[in-house]
């Protein structure tokens, strides 16, 4: 009988929860940047060297911004944060990074930011994305097999794939 009492109580609290958007801010040249928090999720202002080089560049350079392996949008909130303005494709073949970056598009509605669900690579072929370590979004994660040979890499080698 509590049980039953106490459920729609917990339901309501968790419907109430599933609904609150659970996050943090930075601060790039006075803008405040809102990074969502997903399922443990999160975008962290890393390589902040970055930013006065992309300060430096886009004074000197109109253009779009390509970013190559976008990870969780490391670089994409740099690069809004010092030209919001600026156009910027990304590229991203891991389907947990690229939708958390169109969360964090979405939530500081940045404009004209368009992604490619797909690695970029020399040719047209399906790869495995080898990963390094136990986490969904490893930022060192590479198509090139034994990218980084002292590393262990934790998922399967395409020829792993193959021979099984």
Not at 54 to 63: A, I, N, R
Request: contains cysteine.
């Amino acid at each position: 009988m509590f049980v039953n009492q106490m459920w729609p109580d917990v339901t309501q609290k968790t419907e109430v929860l599933n609904q609150l958007t659970v996050g943090k801010t930075v601060e790039i040249n006075h803008q405040t940047i809102e990074i969502p928090v997903i399922a443990g999720l999160s975008c962290d202002l890393t390589e902040t060297w970055m930013l006065r080089i992309l300060e430096q560049l886009f004074q000197e350079q109109e253009g779009v911004f390509l970013d190559v392996g976008i990870n969780l949008g490391q670089t994409l909130i740099k690069v809004k944060g010092v030209d919001p303005k600026r156009k910027y494709i990304g590229f991203e073949p891991n389907p947990t990074c690229v939708f958390y970056v169109k969360e964090l598009i979405k939530e500081n509605q940045f404009k004209d930011c368009t992604i490619f669900p797909v690695g970029l690579f020399t040719e047209d072929t399906v790869l495995l994305l080898e990963c390094i370590g136990d986490t969904e979004v490893d930022s060192a994660a590479s198509l090139i097999q034994n990218f980084r040979p002292c590393l262990l890499y934790t998922s399967p080698s395409p020829r792993d794939v193959e021979e099984s």
